[in-house]
């Protein structure tokens, strides 16, 4: 199921059932620009750094924000067909119904070389800040864009059977139909340390910036990468139950079966004040680069983090009937 809400670097987004959105948090790069309350018959939202693309039921899109290295250019507007989107941290790239790629934005680390072009029978796509991945149908993958810290590594080439891949900074996780892992792309941080080969039954996985979750079916999580701020704190192997994970700058969110959430990693700005422990009846869980957004089963949202940029900003109180299912809401 796609997100419903969704955080970028320091603002988010919510999408309502009746197809329109709700943006909050910083607007220093037109993130927030009120032209998003103009758009209507939304199914997908996406955002990374300082803008957003969202996915109209006709298969066209609409994007706003930082458009300083041409994020929201307007070719966009000339997609059609679109069933699905993805954000870099200053391109975007879309999956059309044909199994094609789009791509739009920064090209300076060749984040929209024509290379994309040749790919066909796509079935999903994922971005990193300057890379990206794309999911074949027979189940190999296709990447673009830096290579600067092997993030485009021709070892992918090698990698089979994959059914779902993510991304972090720079580095990529792709998980396997027998519930292995495959990760390459940049190692400072132990991003793909071998560890990750002995993680077995992995259902989903996560991406921060520099460290990655892995959720197994049992319901508990592995952890590796980066732990310079305890984004891998071994607290992480008491929680039990869980049923989707998600990874902000430097720190993670986990929801778990009973509609509680844990959180861990970096606490600088307050991305794991214990307010979370108050938090019930949640169904989905988003981070941002400092600050994370739960979304309640009545279609109410919680938020917690850095409020720097007012992405915590009590605004969030007033919004209600926030989409909370959108399997029913399909293309036209």
Known sequence: MNKTIICGSDHSLALLENGTLECWGSNKRNECNPVYKTFTNIIQIACRFHHSVVLKDDGTLECWGDDICNQCDCVYKTFTNIISVACGMYHSVALRSDGTLECWGNNDWKQCDPVYKSFTNIISVACGEYHSVALKED????????????????????????????????????????GTLECWGDNEYNQCDSVYKTFTNIISVACGHIHSVALKSDGTLECWGGNSWNQCDPVYKSFTNIISVACGGDHSVALKDDGTVECWGDNRVNQCNPVYKTFSNIIQINCGGFHS????????????????????????????????????????
């Open 139 to 178: 189940g190999n993958i296709e990447c673009w864009g830096s290579n600067h810290k092997n993030q485009c590594d021709s070892v992918y080439k090698t990698f089979s059977g994959v059914i779902n891949v993510a991304c972090g900074g720079f580095h990529s996780v792709a998980i396997r139909e027998d």
């Open 293 to 332: 957004v739960a979304l309640r089963d009545t279609g109410t949202l919680e938020l917690w983090g850095d409020n720097e940029y007012n992405q915590c900003n009590p605004k969030y109180k007033t919004f209600t009937n926030v989409r909370l299912h959108n399997t029913d809401y399909i293309l036209k």
